[in-house]
C-alpha cells in the first residue's frame, strides 16, 4: 500500500475517536449535539435540532460510523453564542479601529457602561474567528442575529447552531482557546440587553434607498455556511422579484409567497426571522405596497411567515406548493 493511502487510512478512525470523544463531553456538559457533513458545517441531519442528542448511546452509534464534524444546538443546549468572525474579501467595517468581530466586540464593551466581557468557553475557528459560547438566562427568549449588533457579529441562539472543538473544515479544526474556561458562562446583562434589542424590520411607511438594500441583500450572500449563502440568495431573488413589481395587481400575494418562502428558511435556522422581515418590508415599499394601508405589509408578511414557518427547507429541496396558489 502507497504510504500515502497508509496515513490516509489510518487517519479517520483516529479523528472519528477523536470527534466521538468531543461529541460526549459536549453531552456531559448538557448540550445536545447533531452530525454535521464530514469536513462540512451543514447538518446531516435534515431536523437536527428536533434530533440532537445528549445520549451517549446514539452519540457513540453515530459517530462510530463516519468522522463527522460536529453541531452544538443552541436552543435545546440553552446556550448563546457570539460568533466573532473575520471579514470577508471586499468587507470593510467604515472604522479603522474595528477590523472583525473581536475588535467589534471591544467597542460594544467600551460603549456600554459598566460592560466587561465575561470570560466564558471559547472555541477558536479555521477562519481565524472565534465562538464565545454562553448559557441562556433562564426564562428570557433569545434569537438569533446577523451583523444587527455590529460589524463581523452574529449571535447563535434557538433555532441556529456552532460548530463543535474537533471539527475540522478545510483541513483546520475549531479548537478550545487556550486558557478558555471549559464551561460557559452565564450571559452578562449587558449582552442580553443588546442581543434582545437588536433593530426589528422597520414599519411601514418611508421606501428605503435601493442601493442600501442591494447592499445589505448582497452581504448576506458572502456570509455564513454554504447552505446559509443559499439560503440568503433566495431571499435576496425573492425581494428583487417583488420589488420588481410596479403596477398594482398580485403584489400583495407575491409579498405573502416570498414571506412563506422566507418562513421555511427560517424554520431550518438559515436565515434570522428579524433580518428576512426587514427585507421583505423594505421590497414590499419600493415596490408601492403600504402607501394607503401602512399595517398591509406587516399583515401579510406576518400570515406568510406563520405559514412558512411550519415547513422548514433545506439545501436540496424543492420549495414545498402550498393551497391558495402560492408555490
Not at 427585507?279 to 401579510?300: N, S, V, Y
Not at 406568510?304 to 427547507?313: F, K
Amino acid at each position: 500500500m502507497p504510504p500515502q493511502s497508509w496515513e490516509k487510512k489510518t487517519a479517520i478512525p483516529v479523528l472519528r475517536a477523536k470527534l466521538l470523544a468531543s461529541a460526549l463531553r459536549y453531552a456531559e456538559r448538557g448540550m445536545y449535539v447533531h452530525p454535521l457533513l464530514v469536513g462540512a458545517k451543514e447538518p446531516r441531519w435534515l431536523d437536527w435540532e428536533a434530533r440532537a442528542t445528549r445520549d451517549p448511546e446514539v452519540i457513540e452509534r453515530t459517530w462510530g460510523r463516519a468522522p463527522f464534524n460536529i453541531g452544538v444546538a443552541c436552543g435545546p443546549s440553552k446556550l448563546v453564542a457570539l460568533d466573532l468572525d473575520v471579514p470577508h474579501e471586499g468587507e470593510v467595517s467604515g472604522s479603522p479601529e474595528i477590523v472583525d468581530g473581536m475588535t467589534m466586540l471591544h467597542s460594544l464593551t467600551a460603549r456600554t457602561p459598566g460592560a466587561q466581557i465575561t470570560p466564558t468557553m471559547t472555541v477558536r475557528t479555521p477562519s481565524g474567528g472565534r465562538h464565545l459560547v454562553y448559557r441562556a438566562p433562564a426564562g428570557v427568549a433569545v434569537r438569533n442575529t446577523a451583523r444587527t449588533l455590529g460589524f463581523c457579529l452574529d449571535t447563535r441562539a434557538a433555532g441556529g447552531y456552532i460548530v463543535g472543538i474537533g471539527s475540522v473544515v478545510d483541513g483546520s479544526a475549531y479548537l478550545l482557546e487556550d486558557g478558555s474556561p471549559t464551561e460557559p458562562a452565564v450571559l452578562p446583562d449587558w449582552l442580553l440587553t443588546l442581543v434582545t434589542a437588536a433593530p426589528k424590520p422597520p414599519k411601514a411607511g418611508g421606501a428605503p434607498r435601493r442601493a442600501d438594500v442591494v447592499a445589505r441583500l448582497r452581504e448576506l450572500t458572502r456570509q455564513g455556511t454554504r447552505e446559509e449563502r443559499w439560503a440568503a440568495g433566495i431571499l435576496r431573488s425573492e425581494c428583487d422579484e417583488l420589488e420588481a413589481m410596479k403596477q398594482p395587481g398580485g403584489r400583495n400575494n407575491r409579498l405573502n409567497l416570498a414571506a412563506y418562502r422566507a418562513g421555511q428558511l427560517v424554520a431550518s435556522g438559515l436565515v434570522d426571522q428579524a433580518v428576512a422581515e426587514e427585507h421583505l418590508t423594505e421590497a414590499a415599499q419600493a415596490c408601492g405596497l403600504g402607501a394607503d394601508t401602512p399595517r398591509e405589509i406587516e399583515k401579510t408578511i406576518r400570515s406568510g411567515m406563520a405559514a412558512g414557518l411550519s415547513r422548514p427547507r433545506r439545501m436540496g429541496t424543492a420549495p414545498v406548493r402550498r393551497m391558495g396558489g402560492a408555490a
